[in-house]
């Protein structure tokens, strides 16, 4: 098993729908969260990042965090055309080493 | 500022050949990182540095050597290339104090080897 797994899609949503991204871990040291964004043929970059449990809220972004159960989302309301990227979750405990999840590509349609 | 930089931008090698990638930062950052991205598999890290004069191994470092140039510069070196080293290699780096985990992203490298 790998220490993160994330929802493989592709995904396509109409423009406006409400979208989940979702990923678990299974190493219990990790206590940083983040998303990244990457759009085609760019490098990623960090989207939103949280390190309790619970929701963070920025604009029509929503990062949740639920340590019990060991999983991460992201909700992406309102979703816009500009939002198609590929999401990485990613995270890390105490050393300096992200671990990333393989990414799901989100197309959104107008 | 120009955040993190890398050269060249596209690569085609035959096997066997050799090629050094760079990676510059310019946000007196004390982490650098490679990674290679390949459809399917995520990113996964090849090496890294952690502070100025030292490197360590990630997932997958075989057929892959790091230089550490200066706080800098962090370079990563393929000897003798082989297809499956077909792939986009990022380089990255972060501020590495405390709980300064973000880390920013160059542009990447697309490197074919035939």
């Known amino acids: 098993q790998k220490e993160v797994e994330q929802d493989p899609g592709p995904l396509s949503v109409p423009e406006g729908a409400i979208v989940s991204l979702n990923c678990t871990y299974s190493n219990s040291a990790f206590q940083y969260f983040m998303w990244y964004r990457q759009y085609s043929r760019k490098g990623p970059e960090l989207l939103m990042y949280t390190y309790s449990s619970g929701n963070k809220e920025d604009g029509r972004f929503t990062a949740q965090v639920d340590k019990s159960s060991k999983y991460i989302s992201l909700f992406i309301r309102d979703s816009q055309p500009s939002d198609s990227a590929t999401y990485l979750c990613a995270m890390t405990g105490a050393n300096s080493k992200l671990t990333f999840g393989k990414g799901i590509t989100l197309s959104v349609r107008p | 500022n120009a955040g993190v930089t890398q050269t060249p931008k596209f690569q085609v090698l035959k096997t066997g050949q050799s090629m050094t990638l760079q990676c510059a930062q310019d946000m007196n950052h004390n982490s650098m990182y490679w990674y290679r991205q390949d459809p399917g598999m995520g990113l996964r890290l090849i090496y890294y540095s952690a502070s100025e004069g030292t490197t360590d191994k990630g997932e997958v470092p075989n057929g892959y050597n790091v230089s550490r140039l200066n706080k800098r510069e962090f370079s990563l070196r393929l000897e003798s290339a082989a297809p499956s080293q077909t792939s986009v290699y990022f380089c990255?780096?972060?501020?590495?104090?405390?709980?300064?985990?973000?880390?920013?992203f160059g542009p990447g490298t697309r490197l074919t080897v035939l």
């Open positions: 990255a780096s972060r501020e590495g104090t405390g709980a300064t985990w973000e880390q920013f």
